[in-house]
């Protein structure tokens, strides 16, 4: 699975940019040009300021136009070799020379001009003047990759493609495949190497924790460094290089299959029926909140894990906006990680056998959903990105603390040889329905009221997961109906 992992999430590297459209306009005094014309206003200071440093620059760019029939007699002639048209296509593509000593713009679009010296679409001028179409220009609607970082990324910010018209894109369902089986692969992983963590462990499972902390110290520090490498590769550049982070990735994974082939594991006890002992767990309330409480947990890391960072560019861009200064979001990011790793979960996995002892599962999941509650009203009171630093802290508790729990105590409750399929089970809980339920959730909210308000939307309803679980079993042990006493033992038939 970990070889899957590695071909699904490096092929994440070939799928190729989506292009921008825009207006091809052929005008009839010598001269072509492209608009871009956004919904929403293109004009800002800092980009006017950009524009100075790159008047004197040519850029290429590649078009792909979209043509009417008319069109191909126009364009696509023996003699006009500069332009490539397919027989059997509505389109043409053509390699465009454009000068941005001539680039301008107004509230609503961008302009500019190919440069004289580099016309080719004009060869085809006097064929067009034979249709007697000559008195106006001619516009084609094109799509457009340009060389030029500058003009990527201004077409690029301003130009969001609506949702309607991405699921169209095949790059964007190369992009869905390719995280499916990555991901997919990744949870096969996970739920493995948490059984075979615990059976070689023995009766040391206490120790589980300390062993989940190398990960943590792996992922922050390689996350800070990759943050700041990314940032250094793609200096002003709006659009980042994350070129070392694909080669880094399928690096990593090559040796951990090394690793893996290594270790010496098989499960000893089997269950002659897998799915009437697991089914045996649903009829205790305890355990069964138990896997209510690990979807909710998955539905609170989905906005964190997947929206965050977003969130926080989005920050970013408002400030550069108005200060027009470069920014290093990337290593902020790889410093959010690295304080969520290896300040906030060392702690807690080193910690979590202590704290089992000290307070029980049950309440380590109480204070899981109440760091949830912390984090997401703190993150909706932001103004300045850098402010998250300090709360990744209890990144700790959110996943540090709940991963030990979650995996600690499906081991307890596990029934001899199903310990795989539990934490198969519980894997499912949080990935494959919380997450999928949280992005789907954030995706939704966040497109319709904003990341501040999804964020407070995300805390009441943490609040509201922490007061039912606490009920729930305030309740089970008032009337003390569960066989499991809603202790850490392991569940009587």
């Known amino acids: 699975m970990q070889g899957v992992t590695a071909i699904a999430l490096f092929g994440i590297f070939f799928i190729p940019p989506i292009s921008t459209e825009v207006l091809l306009i052929q005008n009839y005094n010598n001269t072509t040009e492209i608009y871009f ?52 296509s509505d389109s043409f593509e053509y390699d465009m020379q454009l000068d941005l000593a001539t680039l301008s713009i107004d509230s609503s679009c961008l302009h500019i001009k190919e440069h004289p010296k580099y016309y080719k679409i004009n060869d085809s001028l006097e064929i067009a003047k034979n249709f007697q179409i000559y008195d106006k220009p001619i516009e084609i609607n094109c799509e457009i990759v340009c060389e030029d970082e500058f003009i990527k990324s201004t077409l690029a910010n301003r130009g969001a493609i609506a949702d309607k018209e991405v699921v169209q894109k095949m790059e964007f ?32 499972v206490e120790q589980f924790g300390k062993q989940r902390m190398w ?25 980042k290089s994350y070129t070392v982070l694909y080669f880094l990735c399928l690096v990593t994974i090559s040796l951990d299959m090394v690793c893996c082939i290594k270790l010496q594991s098989s499960q000893n006890e089997k269950s002659k029926n897998i799915l009437s002992d ?11 909140t138990f896997f209510c409480w690990c979807c909710f947990s998955g539905f609170f890391e989905a906005i964190i894990l ?43 996995f080193f910690f979590s056998g202590y704290i089992f002892k000290k307070i029980g599962h049950i309440n380590c999941m109480h204070l899981v959903l109440a760091a949830f509650a912390i984090r997401m009203f703190y993150y909706s009171l932001m103004t300045n990105p ?40 519980v894997g499912i809980l949080y ?20 990341g501040k308000n999804t964020f407070i939307v995300f805390g009441i309803v943490a609040v509201i997961a922490l007061l039912s679980h606490v009920i729930i079993h305030i309740l089970l042990r008032t009337f003390n109906k569960d066989k499991n006493k809603v202790s850490d033992e392991i569940p009587v038939g």
């Open 37 to 88: 014309c956004p919904n929403e206003p293109i004009w800002d200071n800092c980009l006017s300021k950009r524009i100075e440093e790159y008047s004197s620059k040519i850029i290429t760019c590649h078009l792909n136009c979209k043509i009417e029939t008319w069109m191909k007699t126009v364009f696509c002639t023996e003699n006009n070799e500069k332009i490539k048209c397919a027989s059997n």
């Open 173 to 204: 369902w190369l992009f869905c495949v390719l995280l499916l089986f990555g991901f997919s692969a990744i949870s096969v992983v996970n739920s493995m190497g948490d059984t075979i963590c615990f059976e070689l462990l023995g009766d040391d």
């Open 215 to 239: 990960d943590a110290i792996g992922s922050g520090v390689v996350s800070l460094l990759v943050g700041v490498i990314i940032d250094k590769t793609s200096g002003t550049s709006v659009f």
């Open 278 to 288: 697991v089914g045996k767990l649903f009829k205790s309330p305890s355990i069964s």
């Open 306 to 348: 997947n929206f965050l960072f977003w969130y926080l560019e989005e920050l970013t861009d408002e400030i550069g906006q108005k200060e027009c200064v470069e920014n290093y979001v990337k290593t902020l990011e790889g410093l959010d990680i690295f304080v969520q790793t290896c300040i906030g979960e060392i702690l807690f």
């Open 386 to 425: 850098w402010w998250v630093l300090p709360v990744e802290v209890l990144n700790g508790i959110t996943y540090g603390l709940f991963s030990a729990t979650m995996s600690s105590y499906a081991n307890i409750i596990a029934l001899p040889g199903t310990e795989a399929t539990l934490q198969g089970l």
């Open 431 to 450: 990935e494959g329905v919380g997450l999928s339920l949280g992005n789907f959730g954030a995706g939704t909210l966040l497109s319709v009221i904003g």
